[in-house]
Every structure is written in structure tokens, then in C-alpha cells.
Nanobody, 124 residues
Framework: QVQLVESGGGLVQAGDSLGLTCQAS????????LAWFRQAPGMEREFVAA????????YYNPSVKGRFTIARDAAKNRVNLQMNSLRPEDTAVYYC?????????????????WGQGTQVTVSA
């Protein structure tokens, strides 16, 4: 079993930066990947970015590439999402998730473990 806890959400203005953290605990797997998703009200859950367990490879949604950076902190067993140049359309609940199927998975149904989410609100 894997437990995931997100933190770092908040209210910011357009153009600001914000960092999210996902604290992981529990069992680990060799081929797993950790990802961030987001879900705005009335919208489907959307893939944001993913990283392999060793941090060697990353994968981004084109809508955030160049603005968001996903990174591993192996010593603390965390995955961070640094979000720069935020836009009102980035407003959503952000979730951390783990898949056992490796990197490159954008479908939420491929993910086995989820955190409770953290709210990010970007005002115009």
C-alpha cells in the first residue's frame, strides 16, 4: 500500500509561482511512476506531469511544459511540482498519483494510488 499526501496549494495571482509537494510513504515498486493530475470544477481529471521513481525521466502535458517542473526528492521520498507563470486556467484541485505501469501514462484509470488533493486558485 502507498500513501500520498499533497501540500502547498493556495491562492495566487496570474503570473505568480507556486510549489506543490507530494509526500509518499509505504511500499515502493521498481517500475512505478509518480504523477500530478488536476481537476477543475465540472471538468475531467487531467494529466499534468509524471516522473520515474529514480527521477531519471519526466513527461509533461504540453499545456504546462516550460512552465511546470516535476522533480523527485529521493531522500525525503517526495515529488515536487514547481509551477511558474500561472494562469487562471491552471485553477484546479491538484492530485498526486502513482502508477505501477511506468512512465507515459496519461489516463487516470492507469493510476493505482491517489492523494486527497490540494486546491490551487489563480486569480486574473
Amino acid at each position: 500500500q502507498v500513501q500520498l499526501v499533497e501540500s502547498g496549494g493556495g491562492l495566487v495571482q496570474a503570473g505568480d509561482s507556486l510549489g506543490l509537494t507530494c509526500q509518499a510513504s509505504g511500499r515502493t515498486f521498481g517500475n512505478d511512476a509518480l504523477a500530478w493530475f488536476r481537476q477543475a470544477p465540472g471538468m475531467e481529471r487531467e494529466f499534468v506531469a509524471a516522473i520515474t521513481r529514480n527521477g531519471g525521466s519526466t513527461y509533461y502535458n504540453p499545456s504546462v511544459k516550460g512552465r511546470f517542473t516535476i522533480a523527485r526528492d529521493a531522500a525525503k521520498n517526495r515529488v515536487n511540482l514547481q509551477m511558474n507563470s500561472l494562469r487562471p486556467e491552471d485553477t484546479a484541485v491538484y492530485y498526486c498519483a502513482v502508477t505501477l505501469l511506468g512512465l507515459g501514462r496519461r489516463n487516470p484509470h492507469d493510476y493505482d494510488y491517489w492523494g486527497q488533493g490540494t486546491q490551487v486558485t489563480v486569480s486574473a
